[in-house]
T-cell receptor, first 115, second 118 residues
Framework: AQKITQTQPGMFVQEKEAVTLDCTYD???????LFWYKQPSSGEMIFLIY??????QNATEGRYSLNFQKARKSANLVISASQLGDSAMYFC????????????FGTGTRLTIIP | GAGVSQSPRYKVAKRGQDVALRCDPI?????LFWYQQALGQGPEFLTY????????KSGLPSDRFFAERPEGSVSTLKIQRTQQEDSAVYLC????????????????FGDGTRLSIL
């Protein structure tokens, strides 16, 4: 079984500042993938970034980076230079690397960027 | 468009009615997933298809829920005798994998169907 924990229900950040969204996970699978999705108020789930459990380097995609600490079982999302359009719900999710592909999601963090 | 398409976008039904939700995945995607997202929560897995085969339906909450993907492309999620607790957003996602179980492919989601049971 897999579990994702996101302990920040909501965050307020000033525009242009960096923000870190926390995610911890628990799994018995030896290899797994971690994903972050953004869900604006319109409802669509937008894939942001992926980290494999055996990847040696932290993943980066533009303004998004993932602070992956395997021993601590954490996969925090860092957004640099936040923009008003970053206001949304953010979900951390994981799946085993092999086998059933279903994603297990956390409860999400609502990020609000203040102008 | 090139993304996952879901219809209808909104559905209102009276308790006891049957509903059918449609998902048209990205062309060529082998795997298709249905998730249920209650208000203020993360999506919860319902069922999973690889081509036309339903490989996992462990997340379906009751036998009133039924999903199919007869030709390995479009999928329909059907809910019979709807109840108020079925009110949620139903998300469909697809992913492409030549090798089953490759873990680094993200799932691509549709906009969801918001179901309200009165």
């Amino acid at each position: 079984a897999q579990k994702i924990t996101q302990t920040q229900p909501g965050m307020f950040v000033q525009e242009k500042e960096a923000v870190t969204l926390d995610c911890t996970y628990d799994t018995s699978d030896p290899s797994y993938g971690l994903f972050w999705y953004k869900q604006p108020s319109s409802g669509e789930m937008i894939f942001l970034i992926y980290q494999g459990s055996y990847d040696q380097q932290n993943a980066t995609e533009g303004r998004y980076s993932l602070n992956f600490q395997k021993a601590r079982k954490s996969a925090n999302l860092v957004i640099s230079a936040s923009q008003l359009g970053d206001s949304a719900m953010y979900f951390c999710a994981m799946r085993p690397y092999f086998g059933n592909e279903k994603l297990t999601f956390g409860t999400g963090t609502r990020l609000t960027i203040i102008p | 468009g090139a993304g996952v398409s879901q219809s209808p976008r909104y559905k209102v039904a009276k308790r006891g009615q049957d509903v059918a939700l449609r998902c048209d995945p990205i062309s060529g995607h082998v795997s298709l997933f249905w998730y249920q997202q209650a208000l203020g929560q993360g999506p919860e897995f319902l069922t999973y298809f690889q081509n036309e085969a339903q490989l996992d339906k462990s997340g379906l909450p009751s036998d009133r829920f039924f999903a199919e993907r007869p030709e390995g492309s479009v999928s329909t999620l059907k809910i019979q005798r709807t109840q108020q607790e079925d009110s949620a957003v139903y998300l469909c996602a697809s992913t492409w994998d030549r090798q089953a179980g490759v873990g680094n492919q993200p799932q691509h989601f549709g906009d969801g169907t918001r179901l309200s049971i009165l």
